[in-house]
């Protein structure tokens, strides 16, 4: 087996699904929404710095989830998808899977967004699997906690590795914007910086890594230093 994995928010998607659904959330008037849309922003700003604390995060990801009615949360996340992913979907971000796809390789989104954010993009893509932060349920409803390891910084090694089970990839590539993914990138055989944040722009260029955009045009392109 040879596996291709792809995170999602800000590498296959021009933005962050988990930040937009928060908003989304302001959007439709279920949420407090000046308080809301604060805490999500800096819940945002501390991913992107480094310094998010997950567990702290998903309190307040999942507390939505717990709170209204499965049914409803479904209907609102269908608008979602179709309001604001799919215009955000990157024709080159479709293409790379695609060209993993046609090599007989295992396509597989990590993403630290939750499970039920992402389970209709992941389908949207067209990818074997998914591997996210999953949401805990009981008796099919969410509970607000987090269920297992969130799929976060060492976390996406771990559920990875659980995912795994044991076998072993002949070839592993994996394709992320985040320096918060260097954990997983330092140990794949195939690590590439896509449309990269700063901190893991200058690692990739260090460790010769490859550097490519989503962003321009069609198909993937290397992506040009200052």
């Known amino acids: 087996m040879t596996l291709a994995l ?3 928010d800000n590498t296959l998607l021009a933005g962050d699904s988990d930040h937009l659904w928060g908003d989304y959330l302001v959007t439709l008037g279920v949420v407090d929404g000046t308080h809301y849309r604060a805490q999500n922003q800096r819940f945002y700003d ?22 209204h009615p499965r049914e409803r949360l479904e209907a609102w996340r269908e608008r979602f998808v179709a309001e ?7 024709p080159a971000a479709q293409a790379l899977v695609d060209q993993h796809r046609r090599q007989g390789h295992r396509t597989v989104i990590i993403t630290a967004t939750n499970r039920f954010v992402t389970e209709p993009i992941a389908r949207l893509f067209g990818v074997d699997a998914l591997i996210a932060t999953d949401p ?3 008796a099919g409803a969410y509970t607000g906690r987090v269920a297992g390891v969130p799929c976060y910084r060492d976390g996406k090694v771990i559920r990875l590795a659980e995912w795994l089970a044991g076998a072993q990839p002949a070839e ?18 195939h690590p590439v ?3 990269p944040d700063p901190l893991l722009e200058e690692q990739a260029r260090q460790r010769g890594w490859p550097v490519l955009t989503l962003r321009r045009g069609e198909q993937p392109v290397p992506l040009p230093q200052d």
């Open 193 to 195: 910086a896509i449309d």
């Open 136 to 138: 805990e349920e009981e």
């Open 6 to 8: 792809f995170d999602l």
């Open 84 to 90: 604001l992913i799919g215009p955000i979907v990157l």
């Open 172 to 189: 592993t590539w994996f394709y992320s914007d985040s320096h918060n993914d260097l954990p997983l990138l330092g140990q794949v055989e």
């Open 46 to 67: 501390a991913y992107r710095a480094g310094t998010l604390d997950i567990h702290e995060f998903l309190a307040f990801a999942l507390k939505p989830l717990a709170d």
